[in-house]
């Protein structure tokens, strides 16, 4: 008896994950705007960030640069906008990638070093971002400006 219900709990467990927020549980996801993934829904939720890892592996290691799985071809369709139409960045909580991830308690860190918006739109330097970001509030105000202009001066200065 114990065993079967042990058995109907994690059933009912890993059906969970089945719900969605059309049930009123799991995430708000925005409406993308194009073609469906060709290879399902499904599947880029749960492989996304194997597509992206092995295509930053090519990038890095190999210098390859396909196009399929970057975060460029991802703004093409997933970009969300304000209401005055313009893209929404990773520091808003409506971004694209936000909505799973705040759900999940994941920390999207693709945007430390990388745009998090479609390309024709001015954000600022993601690096720029990191520093006046909430990581770095507790510093005091000028903070952030002392540790670039160290940095710059570091990277200029002969070893």
Same mark, same amino acid.
């Given at each position: 008896?114990?065993?079967?219900?042990?058995?109907?709990?994690?059933?009912?467990?890993?059906?969970?994950?089945?719900?969605?927020?059309?049930?009123?549980? @799991?995430?708000?996801?925005?409406?993308?705007?194009?073609?469906?993934?060709?290879?399902?829904?499904?599947?880029?939720?749960?492989?996304?960030?194997?597509?992206?890892?092995?295509?930053?592996?090519?990038?890095?290691?190999?210098?390859?640069?396909?196009?399929?799985?970057?975060?460029?071809?991802?703004?093409?369709?997933?970009?969300?906008?304000?209401?005055?139409?313009?893209?929404?960045?990773?520091?808003?909580?409506?971004?694209?990638?936000?909505?799973?991830?705040?759900?999940?308690?994941?920390?999207?860190?693709?945007?430390?070093?990388?745009?998090?918006?479609?390309?024709?739109?001015?954000?600022?330097?993601?690096?720029?971002?990191?520093?006046?970001?909430?990581?770095?509030?507790?510093?005091?105000? @000028?903070?952030?400006?002392?540790?670039?202009?160290?940095?710059?001066?570091?990277?200029?200065?002969?070893?």
């Amino acid at each position: 008896m114990k065993l079967a219900r042990i058995f109907l709990a994690l059933c009912l467990f890993f059906s969970a994950g089945a719900l969605s927020a059309a049930d009123g549980v @799991g995430p708000d996801i925005p409406q993308a705007t194009g073609e469906p993934h060709p290879e399902g829904n499904d599947y880029m939720r749960r492989w996304h960030m194997e597509m992206l890892k092995h295509d930053r592996d090519l990038t890095m290691y190999l210098g390859i640069r396909p196009t399929d799985s970057s975060l460029a071809e991802c703004f093409e369709c997933h970009t969300v906008k304000d209401e005055a139409g313009v893209p929404v960045t990773v520091a808003d909580e409506r971004h694209f990638c936000r909505a799973c991830h705040d759900y999940a308690a994941v920390r999207v860190d693709c945007f430390d070093c990388h745009r998090s918006t479609p390309a024709d739109f001015d954000e600022p330097a993601p690096h720029a971002m990191i520093l006046r970001g909430p990581r770095f509030r507790s510093w005091g105000a @000028g903070d952030a400006d002392v540790l670039l202009a160290y940095l710059s001066q570091a990277m200029t200065e002969p070893n």
